[in-house]
């Protein structure tokens, strides 16, 4: 397995415009994590599946943002009408979610991200 | 709502100069409180999961500590290829995980 694959590595696009991120998680994995993160800040939760559905949406997160899994397998984060302060690494990152257990967090896999510049 | 402060922002040591980070949290139902290590322009890299109070984890110079409220990195005699910024992420019961701003390490040599 090569891990969990983030494309593009980077984007470049003017303030309004539409940009789409992908991501591969690693096969086996039931959920699938979006982060951002901008300097000197830690990840920040955007939203989260298992398989396809989409448990939880951070309520940070404006109406241009738009996950989707539809198939349970990769993942795209679609970003509208894009803004100066979208500017971010988008990072996602997957897990092997086990019911019952010692605990149901399991460990995320993180890709290398997708680093958006709007100018 | 679920916070997580980590202490301090940076910090600064000479090669072999033990030292601590601090990770403290409030979080619903802890269902796991997870160490990561973050390189410049890398996605994070998993180190420790801590489930409950009292436990501790160890790796190479690197060992975890947790307590009902907070979480210890401590760093005993570090070099500097352990130079990174360390994130505490605590997962709550939703199992949503959350992470601090980070510790931005660098050590000397």
């Known amino acids: 397995d090569t891990g969990v694959s983030q494309n593009p590595r980077h984007k470049i696009t003017k303030r309004g415009q539409n940009v789409t991120f992908r991501c591969d998680p690693i096969s086996e994995h039931n959920r699938l994590y979006w982060y951002r993160q901008t300097l000197g800040q830690g990840p920040e939760f955007l939203t989260y599946f298992q398989n396809e559905a989409q448990l939880e949406k951070s309520r940070l997160l404006s109406d241009r943002f738009s996950a989707e899994r539809p198939k349970g397998s990769f993942s795209t984060l679609e970003i509208q009408r894009t803004e100066q302060g979208d500017s971010a690494m988008y990072l996602c990152?997957?897990?092997?979610?086990?019911?019952?257990?010692?605990?149901?967090?399991?460990?995320?896999?993180f890709g290398a991200g997708s680093r958006l510049t709007v100018l | 709502e679920d916070q997580v402060t980590q202490s301090p922002e940076a910090l600064r040591l000479q090669e072999g100069e033990s030292s601590s980070l601090n990770c403290s949290y409030t979080v619903s139902g802890l269902r796991g409180l997870f160490w990561y290590r973050q390189d410049p322009g890398k996605g994070p890299e998993f180190l420790f999961t801590l489930y409950s109070a009292g436990e501790e984890k160890e790796k190479e110079r690197l060992k975890a500590t947790l307590t009902k409220k907070e979480s210890f990195l401590h760093i005993t005699a570090p070099k500097p290829e352990d130079s990174a910024t360390y994130l505490c992420a605590p997962g709550g019961r939703d199992d949503k995980i959350i992470f601090g701003k980070g510790t931005r390490l660098h050590i000397l040599p």
């Open positions: 990152a997957s897990s092997l979610y086990r019911t019952g257990g010692r605990s149901g967090a399991n460990v995320l896999t």
